[in-house]
């Protein structure tokens, strides 16, 4: 019978056989509006070893594409680079299935799996020759969870990377090299920033450790593989950017609004922002998903932020975002809020100190309007916008460059 999902082959001795995930479209609160891939590896040394595995309902797409080049049941060794249920949601039925000689994971990973779901496994150590080939582990906790570690492949110069350098996209192309750069970079980002953003520093240590490894090859548990030294270069050298966090003379307006008068507020203020030099995202939040913000702030100067007020508090749209974009710690960004009230107005002081709590450094008090704004109202939300745009060039350009 005709095979319907096969392996793509990497190498001669890796291949992939992870699964598409063509309609997913919210990744625990992440918009996903391009789907995404589990990435699943076939190593082929001596021994056969698989390295992670997919979510659950892909399980039969995975044996399916395990299949076309092998009998599963010729699996040694499974590896569980990353525990969270996107890679392992499988994993009990699999090694039901194939009764693999070990299982393996990082000293956290074999905590995880066994709270997940009841898995014994063997932690991985340092190495495993696989006879032609060796697996090296390399811990990574937090990139992305306690447990990440990546693989380490020498004699290809592979590095299995699970969740780092990944991206949520579902494509048929399995490589970075066949897609257009712009989709790999906005997609990149867009991952980076709201998933690996509150690990930076970490992420920045293990970019030092990886520099000491000859790549060619990045496999990463989402999206494509970055083959050959350029593409590797590519993405590590985005990594490097992130990592640091650089503010640009980028503007993020995030607001939503009840009968109109926040949305004018915002609006005056995106002028003054543009004439001032900024570059403005305005994001809507009743239209525009959270992590739309949080992609957008990646690479921002500055974070202003909108609410009515509603029975005494923000708007819940607005709380939404702030609550998930607090959770990705952004540095580095100056900012203000603003706010039109019908009768008592909490909402510019609720923003104001929550922006606090996230370290945005503060140009002005928030901007508070009753009712609707007068032409006087929407000359001072301007003034905010300029102001604003001034503190981000003193920053983003100090006196004397
Ligand atoms: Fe792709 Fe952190 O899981």
Redesign the pocket.
Known sequence: MAQTFKAVKITDRIYWVGAIDWKIRDFHGYSTPNGSTYNAFLVMGEKIALMDAVKAPFKSELLARIASVIDPEKIDIVVSN?S?P??TGCLKHLIRKIKPERVLASKMGKKALFAHYGIEVEEAGESLDLGGLTLKFIETRMI??PDSMMTYIPEERALIS??AF?MHLATGERFADQLEPSLLRRESDKYYAN?VLPYSAIVKRALGALSGLDIDLICP??GPIWRGKDSVGEILGWYSDYVEQRPTMKAVVAYDTMWGSTEAMARAIAEGLIEGGATVRMINLHSSPRSEVAAELLDAGALIVGSPTLNNGIFPTVADAMTYIEGLKPQNLVGAAFSSFGWSGESAGILDEWLKKMRVELVAEALKVNYVPTAEHLAQCRELGLKVAGKMSEKIQPKGK
Request: hydrophobic letters at 15%; a negative charge; glycine letters at 8%.
């Open positions: 990353h969270e996107d890679h992305h969870w699970q969740d990944g998933i548990d989402h």
